[in-house]
């Protein structure tokens, strides 16, 4: 434990920053979940396609394999395509950047699945009958659609967004030091490995149980007036 209180500054920096890059990459990913169901419920052939390819793509290929692509030959693209059509300089991209945006994408897929199903399980005569009375579509989205599609889609978001929320640890391969890649060092430099790991495990146990404890109250906020099997 005295080693643990002697480099606390360090541990809580990489919580710190665990915490913004699984924040940053859930916005990402919930934006990018959000278009993709919408696409796949699109009478859009091109855009049904699009979407498809998308989540087939994300899903077939490993996450440390799509985040170290796209850091280390992202930025060659970009610098290579910028030389080429004269348009912009020399571009770096950062681990925090690289490795949210990533992430973002990836679980993005997974948050498209979770969306379209939450919507298809709406009844389809209750947006009919919105319709029917007049309704415009942006009235009929916030006052049909999303309440039962948040009601609908919390038991997945919660698992997706648990697994999305320990995933920010493959960042640490790419060097931006978060929670595991300042726990690996200090317990390098000390000779105690099995102890900062220890205390990164305790760390992620409570970041996951806060984030299920707000996901449940969430739930049951969502779930008034809904009829439970």
């Not at 990402?28 to 009478?43: D, E, M, N, T």
């Not at 989205?141 to 997945?156: D, E, S, T």
Request: hydrophobic share 55%; charged share 10%.
């Amino acid at each position: 434990m005295d080693l643990i209180f002697e480099y606390r500054a360090q541990l809580l920096s990489g919580t710190l920053l665990t915490v913004q890059l699984a924040l940053a990459s859930l916005v990402i990913s919930v934006i990018f979940g959000l278009l993709g169901a919408w696409a796949k419920l699109s009478a859009n052939r091109i855009a049904r396609r699009f979407a498809n390819a998308y989540t087939t793509l994300v899903r077939g290929v490993p996450d440390l394999v799509l985040i170290m692509l796209v850091f280390y030959g992202g930025q060659v693209t970009l610098n290579n395509l910028g030389e080429a059509l004269g348009l912009w300089g020399y571009i770096e991209i950062s681990q925090f950047a690289a490795g949210a945006g990533t992430i973002g994408v990836i679980f993005g897929a997974y948050f498209t699945e979770t969306f379209r199903g939450a919507i298809m399980a709406i009844p389809r005569g209750q947006i009919e009958a919105g319709i029917s009375c007049g309704m415009p579509r942006g009235l009929i989205f916030r006052h049909i659609i999303w309440p039962q599609m948040v009601r609908f889609a919390l038991p997945g978001f919660t698992n997706t967004w648990l697994v999305q929320l320990k995933t920010t640890a493959l960042v640490s391969v790419i060097g931006l030091q978060d929670l595991v890649y300042n726990a690996f060092t200090a317990g390098r430099s000390t000779g105690q490995l099995f102890t900062f790991m220890a205390a990164a495990f305790v760390i992620y146990l409570t970041l996951t149980a806060i984030s299920d404890i707000a996901l449940r109250a969430l739930d049951r906020r969502y779930s008034v007036g809904g009829v439970r099997a």
